[in-house]
Every structure is written in C-alpha cells, then in structure tokens.
C-alpha cells in the first residue's frame, strides 16, 4: 500500500480506483520497465525477439495512456515515470563509468538525479519499482 493510500485510509477516504484503471497503470510500470531494458541496446543488436517486445512495450505504453488519460488518472503513473528515470540515468551513469576522467561532472550530476528519483519514490511508497524494498 503506498503512502498516500494509507494516509487516505487512516483519514477514513478510501481511494477508489476502476479496475480497469488499475490494469492500465500495471501495466503501464511493466512496459516501462521492459521499455528502459531494451532501449539500453543498440538497435543492431536486438534479437527479433527483443524487437518484438520493444514494439510490444511501446503499444502498451500508448494503449495505457490513452486509457488512464480518458479516465483523468494521467497521475496515477507518476512513480512509474520516476523509476524510468532513475533507471536511464542508472543505464547512462554504466556507460559514463567505464568512460574517460572528464565525464566525473556528468556522473555526479547524473548520481544526484537517481537520488532525487529514490527519494520520490520512497516518499510514494513505491522503490519495489526500481528493485528496492518499499
């Protein structure tokens, strides 16, 4: 239960959410996962396979946003945004480690921006989508 649905629980207001609501935010946070792994590939070096789920992914992206955007709940996936950030800046923070000295503003600044993200969703009750504990 995230932060807010227990503050709203505690406060006696349930937030009620149509499950069809809910199906699109799921599944919205596991293509955007599948999304940011895949994109982290060179496009020459997918397998069809990996091609078809990056399509996939993309679809799903678009199918859930028209439906939560519809149904005004556009809100609902901002924790999902925040852990794809968190996890391109994770991505681009690899490939700048193993880079010259020079890019050490870049890796700092990229090092605060996953911090700023873990604190967002630590607040949101939400670091299970960035692999941490809730």
């Known amino acids: 239960m995230s932060a807010a649905d227990r503050a709203a629980h ?3 207001s349930h937030v009620r ?3 069809e609501v809910l199906r699109a935010v799921t599944r919205y946070e596991v293509a955007a996962a599948r ?12 397998t069809p ?12 992206l678009a199918e859930s946003l028209g439906i939560l955007a519809d149904s005004g709940e556009l809100g609902l996936i901002g924790p999902a945004e925040t852990a794809s ?21 870049e890796l700092m600044c990229l090092q605060d921006e996953m911090a700023m993200c873990r604190c967002q969703l630590a607040a949101a009750g939400r670091l299970d ?3 941490g504990a809730s």
């Open 129 to 131: 989508l960035i692999g």
């Open 49 to 60: 396979a990996e091609f078809d789920a990056f399509r996939t992914a993309q679809q799903v």
């Open 85 to 105: 950030r968190y996890r391109q800046a994770a991505g681009h923070c690899r490939r700048l480690s193993t880079g010259p000295a020079a890019a050490f503003d």
């Open 17 to 19: 959410v149509a499950p």
């Open 10 to 12: 505690e406060a006696a």
């Open 35 to 46: 999304y940011d792994e895949l994109i982290e590939k060179p496009g020459d070096r997918l």
